[in-house]
């Protein structure tokens, strides 16, 4: 059974950064493309990051690129969001999630696990 869980959400200033953290539980971490998406108030799901086994490739949403990074420690199996100059629009719900098979995914339907979701809120 693998378990993902988000942490290090909160409400920041407009500008601001935050790191979120993907703890995943249960065996293979180090074989599982890992992504994030977030899903804004009355918006669809929106892919914003992948990463894959080893640390790359990675790819991002033309909305956060320059802005977020994503990392992952396999040793700790934790991923990573680093998020900088953060806007009101980057206000939503991220997920991580967890994909077996090969490559990046930017599609709900490619991952197999789903973390609960984390809120971040950006104040202008």
């Known amino acids: 059974q693998v378990q993902l869980v988000e942490s290090g959400g909160g409400l920041v200033q407009a500008g601001g950064s935050l790191r979120l953290s993907c703890a995943v539980s249960?065996?293979?971490?180090?074989?599982?493309?890992m992504g994030w998406f977030r899903q804004a108030p009355g918006k669809e799901r929106d892919f914003v990051a992948s990463i894959g086994w080893s640390g790359t490739p990675t790819d991002y949403a033309d909305s956060v690129k320059g802005r977020f990074t994503i990392a992952r420690d396999n040793a700790k199996t934790t991923a990573y969001l680093q998020m900088s100059s953060l806007s009101p629009e980057d206000t939503a719900v991220y997920y991580c999630?967890?994909?077996?098979?090969?490559?990046?995914?930017?599609?709900?339907?490619?991952?197999?696990?789903w973390g609960q979701g984390t809120q971040v809120t950006v104040s202008s």
């Open positions: 249960g065996p293979h971490f180090n074989y599982y493309t």
């Open positions: 999630a967890a994909k077996g098979s090969y490559g990046l995914g930017y599609g709900e339907l490619e991952y197999d696990y």
